[in-house]
C-alpha cells in the first residue's frame, strides 16, 4: 500500500460497505486500465465509504451510462474515460485512461468541468491525484447543512443509489433539498440523459470563477 492509498483511508476512513473487487473482473479490466488503477481496486474494492457520500465505481457496470453521457461531447475526442467515483449527488469523478484526464460529470447540472489541456503529470501521477480527493469535494458548495439534513436522513446509501431531485430538474423540478429522494441511480441517470438537451461542455476551472 502506497502513501497516497494511505492517505485516501485517512481521509475517507474504512469503508462503511466493502465491496470487493473480483479477480475475473480485474483480469478483464486489466488489459485496458494502468497497473495502479488495478492495485488500488484490489485494496479498496468497489467500496462505499462515509455511508454512501461516495463510491468507487466498477467501470464495467458504469461505462455504458457514462458513455451515453460522452456520446457528442468534446470530451470524446480528448481520451477514453471510464468512471472512478461517483458521488451521492450523482457527480461522478472520471479518468481518461491514456492521457489522464479527470473531468467531473455533473449529471444534475448537465455538464462537466475539466481542462482541455493535456495534463503534464504522467498517467500514475494523475490517478494517485485522483485518490487525493477530498469528503468536501462531495458537498454542495451552498447550504451544506440542508444537504446533510436531507443525506443523514436517506443514508446508508448502496452503490447504485444516488440523491436525485423529484420531479428531474428539466421536468420543471426545482432544486430545493426537500425534494430530494433516494432513487436507483442507473434508472434516473439514464432517464435524466434522455431529457438533457446538449450538455454544457469541458468548461477550464478558472471559467467558474469568472
Same mark, same amino acid.
Given at each position: 500500500?502506497?502513501e &497516497?492509498?494511505?492517505g485516501f483511508?485517512e481521509?475517507?476512513? #474504512?469503508p462503511?460497505q466493502?465491496?470487493?473487487a473480483?479477480e475475473?473482473v480485474?483480469?478483464? =479490466?486489466?488489459?485496458s486500465?494502468?497497473p495502479?488503477?488495478?492495485?488500488?481496486w484490489?485494496h479498496?474494492?468497489?467500496s462505499?465509504?462515509?455511508?454512501?457520500?461516495? @463510491?468507487?465505481c466498477?467501470p464495467l457496470?458504469?461505462k455504458? =451510462?457514462?458513455d451515453e453521457? /460522452?456520446?457528442g461531447?468534446?470530451?470524446?475526442?480528448l481520451?477514453? *474515460?471510464?468512471?472512478?467515483m461517483?458521488?451521492?449527488y450523482?457527480? *461522478?469523478? =472520471?479518468? !481518461?485512461?491514456?492521457?489522464?484526464? @479527470?473531468?467531473?460529470l455533473?449529471?444534475l447540472?448537465g !455538464?462537466? /468541468?475539466?481542462?482541455?489541456e &493535456?495534463?503534464?503529470? @504522467?498517467?500514475?501521477?494523475?490517478i494517485?491525484s485522483l485518490?487525493?480527493?477530498?469528503?468536501?469535494?462531495?458537498?454542495p458548495s451552498?447550504?451544506? #447543512?440542508?444537504?446533510?439534513?436531507? *443525506?443523514h436522513r436517506?443514508?446508508?446509501?448502496?452503490p447504485? #443509489?444516488m440523491l436525485? &431531485?423529484v420531479? +428531474? =430538474?428539466?421536468l420543471?423540478g426545482?432544486?430545493d433539498?426537500?425534494?430530494?429522494?433516494k432513487?436507483?441511480?442507473? +434508472? &434516473?441517470? @439514464?432517464?435524466?440523459?434522455q431529457?438533457? !438537451?446538449?450538455?454544457?461542455g469541458?468548461? #477550464?476551472?478558472?471559467?467558474?470563477?469568472k
Amino acid at each position: 500500500m502506497d502513501e &497516497y492509498l494511505e492517505g485516501f483511508l485517512e481521509d475517507w476512513g #474504512e469503508p462503511t460497505q466493502r465491496i470487493e473487487a473480483d479477480e475475473a473482473v480485474l483480469a478483464q =479490466l486489466a488489459p485496458s486500465v494502468p497497473p495502479l488503477l488495478i492495485n488500488y481496486w484490489r485494496h479498496l474494492g468497489f467500496s462505499v465509504f462515509k455511508d454512501g457520500l461516495m @463510491s468507487l465505481c466498477n467501470p464495467l457496470e458504469w461505462k455504458p =451510462l457514462i458513455d451515453e453521457w /460522452i456520446k457528442g461531447t468534446e470530451l470524446e475526442q480528448l481520451d477514453v *474515460f471510464i468512471p472512478v467515483m461517483k458521488g451521492v449527488y450523482g457527480e *461522478f469523478e =472520471l479518468l !481518461g485512461i491514456h492521457y489522464g484526464f @479527470s473531468p467531473l460529470l455533473m449529471t444534475l447540472d448537465g !455538464g462537466f /468541468i475539466g481542462d482541455r489541456e &493535456y495534463p503534464e503529470c @504522467s498517467l500514475e501521477t494523475c490517478i494517485k491525484s485522483l485518490f487525493m480527493i477530498q469528503p468536501d469535494k462531495f458537498f454542495p458548495s451552498t447550504d451544506r #447543512e440542508d444537504f446533510l439534513d436531507v *443525506f443523514h436522513r436517506h443514508a446508508p446509501f448502496g452503490p447504485q #443509489e444516488m440523491l436525485g &431531485y423529484v420531479p +428531474a =430538474l428539466p421536468l420543471g423540478g426545482s432544486r430545493d433539498y426537500a425534494k430530494l429522494q433516494k432513487v436507483d441511480a442507473f +434508472a &434516473y441517470l @439514464s432517464m435524466l440523459r434522455q431529457i438533457t !438537451g446538449e450538455l454544457k461542455g469541458v468548461m #477550464e476551472y478558472a471559467d467558474i470563477y469568472k
